[in-house]
Nanobody, 123 residues
Framework: VQLQASGGGVVQVGGSLRLSCTVAGLDFDNQVMAWFRQTPGIQREFVGYIGRSGLNAFYPDSVRGRFALTRDNPKNTVYLQMNNLKPEDTAVYYC?????????????????WGQGTQVTVSS
């Protein structure tokens, strides 16, 4: 099983980035996909999840209206579009997969994880 995250980088405040996570070795269509982020010394933070069909997604208040999740099931890929980035969005971003019907904000409920991609927002 492999979750390959990419797309991180350095961006100025107010800028945009799109992260990708491509999955191999799993039945992607039956995975709820999520993103989390982590900064040193801080607990891993939920960023959003998207349902298996891509028709529903859920975000915390901290990113709602700025971040958007989409998925391309034939390509086994989920995308995190991040707009109007702020310095507090700086973190390592991880994608995660969960082979259940429903999503959750609880990181312990995800079975598979990618390696992380660094996002740095400079002011």
């Amino acid at each position: 099983v492999q979750l390959q995250a990419s797309g991180g980088g350095v961006v100025q405040v107010g800028g945009s980035l799109r992260l990708s996570c491509t999955v191999a070795g799993l039945d992607f269509d039956n995975q709820v996909m999520a993103w989390f982020r982590q900064t040193p010394g801080i607990q891993r933070e939920f960023v959003g999840y998207i349902g298996r069909s891509g028709l529903n997604a859920f975000y915390p208040d901290s990113v709602r209206g700025r971040f958007a999740l989409t998925r391309d099931n034939p390509k086994n890929t989920v995308y995190l579009q991040m707009n109007n980035l702020k310095p507090e969005d700086t973190a390592v971003y991880y994608c995660a997969a969960r082979p259940y019907v429903t999503g959750t904000e609880d990181s312990t409920q995800y079975d598979y994880w990618g390696q992380g991609t660094q996002v740095t927002v400079s002011s």
